[in-house]
């Protein structure tokens, strides 16, 4: 199963707002998730929540994000939502600066997502493809490079 089996066409937003806040840029990066039910809105409060408490603890790597909670927080099926976000996101990550990519997991249990884990920490790892999605203006362009994972 690739990452695109798990994000499909509805699952990839890209976006050229600017100056959105960190709730506003959460909001946008679940939207797909749960207008297609796969979480509840207590899921996108639970990474709010998490935000305020311990900070941008999702922004993996400069550009890359990966906004998540638990499973218990409202994950009725797994699932994941990419967003480019063409003019950047300040997370208030000092350090690694603005969000560019963010890829949103919802996992239904602790254990099912550790391929997909693997797939995406696989994906980070290539700068090429990392630059290839942020740049991005077509989701054809995006799911050519998912299926690879």
Excluded: W
């Excluded at 798990?6 to 959105?20: A, H």
């Excluded at 996101?89 to 996992?107: M, Q």
Aim: charged content about 20%; some cysteine; hydrophobic content about 40%.
């Amino acid at each position: 199963m690739s990452l695109y089996d798990l994000i499909g066409p509805e699952g990839i937003v890209i976006t050229s707002e600017s100056n959105l806040s960190v709730d506003s840029a959460i909001d946008l990066a679940c939207s797909t998730l749960i207008s297609n039910d796969k979480v509840e809105p207590r899921y996108v409060e639970a990474i709010k929540q998490q935000h305020k408490a311990i900070g941008p603890y999702y922004v993996l790597a400069p550009k890359i994000a990966m906004p998540h909670a638990r499973p218990e927080d409202g994950v009725n099926e797994s699932a994941l939502q990419l967003t480019v976000f063409q003019s950047g996101v300040n997370f208030e990550s000092e350090d690694n600066g603005d969000v560019y990519l963010s890829i949103t997991l919802a996992a239904k249990d602790s254990n099912s997502h550790i391929n997909t884990i693997m797939a995406l920490s696989e994906l980070f790892q290539n700068d090429g493809d990392i630059n290839a999605l942020i740049n991005a203006h077509e989701k054809a362009n995006i799911i050519d490079v998912l299926k690879r994972y």
